[in-house]
Nanobody, 124 residues
Framework: QVQFVESGGGLLQPGGSLRLSCAAS????????MGWYRQAPVKERESVAR???????????AYADSVKGRFTISRDNAKNMVYLQMNSLKSEDTAVYFC??????????????WGQGPQVTVSS
């Protein structure tokens, strides 16, 4: 059974930093590109960051324009973990954050059902 367990959310002020973690299980993690997504209240879920399946020094990553330069995705294939380091947080980053495997050959289409996702609230 495929499962994603995300953690690390919280309440913080604008300009702060937070690191989200996602533990994946039930599929061959190293075979998939992995992505982070988020959903703000009354908005559609949107893609945030993705990383290619093969981890390494120059592993390809892509970001939504809204987070480019502030967020960094990383993965540990040995632990089936994917991370999202979020810096210089803004109020518009407030959302529930999710991770998922990405359908092969697509940029952002999620492969499996979603986990619960942690709430990230950025507010002064």
């Amino acid at each position: 059974q495929v499962q994603f367990v995300e953690s690390g959310g919280g309440l913080l002020q604008p300009g702060g930093s937070l690191r989200l973690s996602c533990a994946a299980s039930g599929f061959t993690f190293s075979n998939y590109d992995m992505g982070w997504y988020r959903q703000a209240p009354v908005k559609e879920r949107e893609s945030v960051a993705r990383m290619r399946a093969a981890a390494g020094i120059t592993t390809y990553a892509a970001y939504a324009d809204s987070v480019k330069g502030r967020f960094t995705i990383s993965r540990d294939n040995a632990k089936n973990m994917v991370y999202l380091q979020m810096n210089s947080l803004k109020s518009e980053d407030t959302a529930v954050y999710f991770c998922n495997a990405i359908v092969s050959g697509t940029r952002w289409i999620s492969q499996y059902s979603w986990g619960q996702g942690p709430q990230v609230t950025v507010s002064s």
